[in-house]
Protein backbone atom coordinates (compact mmCIF):
# COMPACT_ATOMS: atom_id res chain seq x y z
CA UNK A 1 0.00 0.00 0.00
CA UNK A 2 1.06 3.41 -0.79
CA UNK A 3 2.62 5.43 2.01
CA UNK A 4 1.52 9.31 2.96
CA UNK A 5 4.27 11.45 4.13
CA UNK A 6 1.94 11.80 7.66
CA UNK A 7 1.97 8.65 9.81
CA UNK A 8 -1.73 8.97 10.89
CA UNK A 9 -3.33 9.76 6.91
CA UNK A 10 -2.39 6.01 6.38
CA UNK A 11 -5.24 4.39 8.21
CA UNK A 12 -7.37 6.64 5.73
CA UNK A 13 -5.66 5.23 2.72
CA UNK A 14 -5.85 2.05 4.22
CA UNK A 15 -9.15 2.41 4.91
CA UNK A 16 -10.45 3.59 1.53
CA UNK A 17 -8.53 0.37 -0.50
CA UNK A 18 -10.62 -2.15 2.41
CA UNK A 19 -13.83 -0.39 0.96
CA UNK A 20 -15.09 2.01 3.79
CA UNK A 21 -15.90 5.00 1.12
CA UNK A 22 -18.79 7.13 2.00
CA UNK A 23 -21.05 7.34 -0.92
CA UNK A 24 -22.83 10.53 -1.92
CA UNK A 25 -26.65 10.31 -2.95
CA UNK A 26 -29.00 11.98 -5.65
CA UNK A 27 -29.50 15.40 -3.68
CA UNK A 28 -25.92 15.38 -2.29
CA UNK A 29 -24.03 14.90 -5.85
CA UNK A 30 -25.88 17.42 -7.37
CA UNK A 31 -25.14 19.73 -4.20
CA UNK A 32 -21.69 19.17 -4.62
CA UNK A 33 -21.45 19.51 -8.71
CA UNK A 34 -23.85 22.53 -9.04
CA UNK A 35 -23.94 24.46 -4.97
CA UNK A 36 -20.82 22.94 -2.92
CA UNK A 37 -21.42 25.44 -0.45
CA UNK A 38 -25.16 23.74 0.45
CA UNK A 39 -22.93 20.58 1.83
CA UNK A 40 -21.42 23.06 4.33
CA UNK A 41 -24.81 25.00 5.36
CA UNK A 42 -26.85 21.42 5.63
CA UNK A 43 -24.13 19.80 7.33
CA UNK A 44 -24.58 22.44 10.23
CA UNK A 45 -27.91 21.82 10.02
CA UNK A 46 -27.69 18.56 10.66
CA UNK A 47 -25.11 19.51 13.54
CA UNK A 48 -27.56 21.54 15.41
CA UNK A 49 -30.08 18.47 15.88
CA UNK A 50 -27.38 15.99 16.61
CA UNK A 51 -26.53 18.66 19.68
CA UNK A 52 -29.87 18.89 20.70
CA UNK A 53 -30.99 15.39 20.37
CA UNK A 54 -27.61 13.86 21.47
CA UNK A 55 -28.10 10.59 23.72
CA UNK A 56 -31.69 10.18 22.64
CA UNK A 57 -32.79 6.60 22.47
CA UNK A 58 -34.95 6.62 19.33
CA UNK A 59 -35.12 9.45 16.99
CA UNK A 60 -37.12 10.21 13.65
CA UNK A 61 -35.93 12.07 10.52
CA UNK A 62 -38.60 13.57 8.05
CA UNK A 63 -37.84 14.24 4.51
CA UNK A 64 -34.06 12.48 4.35
CA UNK A 65 -33.45 12.41 1.07
CA UNK A 66 -30.29 10.12 -0.05
CA UNK A 67 -29.57 10.27 3.97
CA UNK A 68 -26.02 11.65 3.49
CA UNK A 69 -26.27 13.99 6.15
CA UNK A 70 -28.38 11.38 8.57
CA UNK A 71 -25.42 10.07 9.92
CA UNK A 72 -24.39 13.62 11.70
CA UNK A 73 -27.58 12.53 14.06
CA UNK A 74 -27.32 8.66 14.04
CA UNK A 75 -23.56 9.37 15.33
CA UNK A 76 -24.89 11.05 18.65
CA UNK A 77 -28.54 8.97 19.29
CA UNK A 78 -29.03 5.25 19.78
CA UNK A 79 -31.12 4.45 17.07
CA UNK A 80 -32.26 6.80 13.95
CA UNK A 81 -35.28 5.78 12.00
CA UNK A 82 -34.37 7.98 8.60
CA UNK A 83 -37.64 8.40 6.09
CA UNK A 84 -38.55 10.52 2.88
CA UNK A 85 -41.80 10.37 0.84
CA UNK A 86 -40.01 9.22 -1.76
CA UNK A 87 -39.28 5.68 -1.88
CA UNK A 88 -36.44 6.50 -5.17
CA UNK A 89 -34.49 8.28 -2.28
CA UNK A 90 -34.76 5.34 0.25
CA UNK A 91 -34.16 2.53 -2.18
CA UNK A 92 -31.03 4.39 -3.09
CA UNK A 93 -30.00 4.93 0.81
CA UNK A 94 -30.00 1.31 1.22
CA UNK A 95 -28.26 0.53 -2.05
CA UNK A 96 -25.37 3.02 -1.28
CA UNK A 97 -24.81 1.83 2.68
CA UNK A 98 -25.32 4.73 5.84
CA UNK A 99 -24.74 3.81 9.37
CA UNK A 100 -25.63 0.91 10.94
CA UNK A 101 -27.84 1.94 13.56
CA UNK A 102 -30.20 3.97 10.61
CA UNK A 103 -32.91 2.45 9.62
CA UNK A 104 -34.93 3.81 6.42
CA UNK A 105 -38.34 3.69 5.57
CA UNK A 106 -40.44 5.25 2.94
CA UNK A 107 -43.25 7.31 4.97
CA UNK A 108 -45.19 10.69 4.86
CA UNK A 109 -46.47 11.91 7.57
CA UNK A 110 -48.69 14.65 5.59
CA UNK A 111 -50.84 11.75 4.72
CA UNK A 112 -49.86 9.07 6.62
CA UNK A 113 -49.20 8.70 10.47
CA UNK A 114 -46.98 6.32 11.95
CA UNK A 115 -46.94 3.18 14.09
CA UNK A 116 -44.17 4.09 16.54
CA UNK A 117 -43.23 6.73 18.81
CA UNK A 118 -40.02 8.53 19.36
CA UNK A 119 -37.84 10.72 21.95
CA UNK A 120 -37.52 12.87 19.35
CA UNK A 121 -38.18 13.97 15.71
CA UNK A 122 -36.86 16.48 12.87
CA UNK A 123 -37.20 17.93 9.67
CA UNK A 124 -34.93 19.77 8.10
CA UNK A 125 -36.09 21.67 4.59
CA UNK A 126 -39.77 19.58 4.36
CA UNK A 127 -42.13 21.76 6.44
CA UNK A 128 -42.29 24.61 3.68
CA UNK A 129 -42.98 21.89 1.18
CA UNK A 130 -45.96 21.08 2.63
CA UNK A 131 -49.53 22.77 1.53
CA UNK A 132 -51.04 25.23 3.97
CA UNK A 133 -53.91 23.13 4.09
CA UNK A 134 -51.99 20.10 5.17
CA UNK A 135 -49.93 21.72 7.94
CA UNK A 136 -52.20 20.23 10.43
CA UNK A 137 -52.64 17.16 9.37
CA UNK A 138 -48.61 16.76 9.30
CA UNK A 139 -48.29 18.28 13.28
CA UNK A 140 -51.36 15.86 14.38
CA UNK A 141 -49.36 12.68 13.14
CA UNK A 142 -45.72 14.39 14.17
CA UNK A 143 -47.69 14.50 17.63
CA UNK A 144 -48.97 11.42 17.81
CA UNK A 145 -45.52 9.94 16.94
CA UNK A 146 -43.68 11.51 19.65
CA UNK A 147 -43.57 10.40 23.10
CA UNK A 148 -45.88 12.56 25.72
CA UNK A 149 -44.83 14.47 28.50
CA UNK A 150 -46.62 11.30 30.86
CA UNK A 151 -44.20 9.12 29.02
CA UNK A 152 -40.96 10.88 29.45
CA UNK A 153 -41.62 13.91 26.81
CA UNK A 154 -40.79 14.40 22.82
CA UNK A 155 -39.35 16.79 21.52
CA UNK A 156 -39.62 18.39 17.77
CA UNK A 157 -37.31 20.42 15.65
CA UNK A 158 -38.14 21.95 12.11
CA UNK A 159 -36.20 23.85 10.05
CA UNK A 160 -37.42 25.96 7.35
CA UNK A 161 -36.38 28.74 5.12
CA UNK A 162 -37.81 32.56 6.28
CA UNK A 163 -40.66 33.82 4.10
CA UNK A 164 -38.23 36.88 4.10
CA UNK A 165 -35.94 34.89 2.73
CA UNK A 166 -37.44 34.04 -0.23
CA UNK A 167 -37.00 37.39 -1.98
CA UNK A 168 -33.31 36.12 -2.60
CA UNK A 169 -34.81 31.79 -3.75
CA UNK A 170 -34.03 30.48 -6.80
CA UNK A 171 -37.03 30.02 -9.20
CA UNK A 172 -37.04 26.20 -8.50
CA UNK A 173 -37.24 26.58 -4.85
CA UNK A 174 -39.97 29.14 -5.09
CA UNK A 175 -41.99 26.81 -7.27
CA UNK A 176 -41.71 24.60 -4.62
CA UNK A 177 -41.53 26.15 -1.06
CA UNK A 178 -45.43 26.77 -0.66
CA UNK A 179 -45.34 27.32 2.66
CA UNK A 180 -42.72 29.57 4.12
CA UNK A 181 -43.21 31.41 7.49
CA UNK A 182 -41.88 34.78 9.07
CA UNK A 183 -40.70 33.71 12.54
CA UNK A 184 -43.39 34.68 14.90
CA UNK A 185 -45.84 32.93 12.37
CA UNK A 186 -43.72 29.75 13.31
CA UNK A 187 -43.95 30.08 16.91
CA UNK A 188 -47.59 30.54 16.30
CA UNK A 189 -48.39 27.54 14.87
CA UNK A 190 -45.76 25.57 16.69
CA UNK A 191 -47.69 26.52 19.94
CA UNK A 192 -50.97 25.25 18.77
CA UNK A 193 -49.40 21.64 19.17
CA UNK A 194 -46.51 22.96 22.19
CA UNK A 195 -46.34 23.70 25.18
CA UNK A 196 -42.86 25.54 24.79
CA UNK A 197 -41.60 26.60 21.19
CA UNK A 198 -38.19 27.91 20.89
CA UNK A 199 -36.92 29.57 17.60
CA UNK A 200 -33.53 30.74 16.81
CA UNK A 201 -32.57 32.51 13.53
CA UNK A 202 -29.86 30.87 11.50
CA UNK A 203 -27.75 32.63 8.92
CA UNK A 204 -25.26 30.79 7.00
CA UNK A 205 -23.89 28.29 9.38
CA UNK A 206 -24.80 30.51 12.20
CA UNK A 207 -27.81 29.68 15.01
CA UNK A 208 -28.53 32.96 17.13
CA UNK A 209 -31.28 34.62 18.65
CA UNK A 210 -30.96 37.32 16.35
CA UNK A 211 -33.89 39.43 14.51
CA UNK A 212 -36.49 37.03 13.06
CA UNK A 213 -37.43 39.07 9.65
CA UNK A 214 -32.98 39.25 9.73
CA UNK A 215 -32.81 35.60 9.45
CA UNK A 216 -32.60 33.50 6.01
CA UNK A 217 -33.64 30.03 8.41
CA UNK A 218 -35.28 29.39 11.21
CA UNK A 219 -35.12 26.84 13.72
CA UNK A 220 -38.46 25.49 16.35
CA UNK A 221 -37.65 23.62 19.09
CA UNK A 222 -41.15 22.51 20.13
CA UNK A 223 -40.91 20.96 23.70
CA UNK A 224 -44.43 19.52 25.38
CA UNK A 225 -47.09 17.56 23.13
CA UNK A 226 -50.26 18.95 23.83
CA UNK A 227 -52.29 16.63 25.10
Known amino acids: MEQTKGKYFNHCVQEY ?13 YAYFHQPIRLALTAARYKFVSKMFAGMDKVLELGCADAFYSVIV ?15 FINQAKELG ?14 EPCENTFDGIYALDVFEHIHP ?17 SAGGGVLILGI ?13 KAEHVNCKSGED ?29 AHYLFALCVGVKE
Open 161 to 173: PSLESQVYASEGS
Open 74 to 88: AERVKTLVATDYDPV
Open 186 to 214: FKAFCKKYFHQVFVFSMNDEVVHTGFYPM
Open 133 to 149: KDEDAFMRNVTRALKKP
Open 98 to 111: RAENIELRVLDLAQ
Open 17 to 29: KEGKIAKMGYMSS
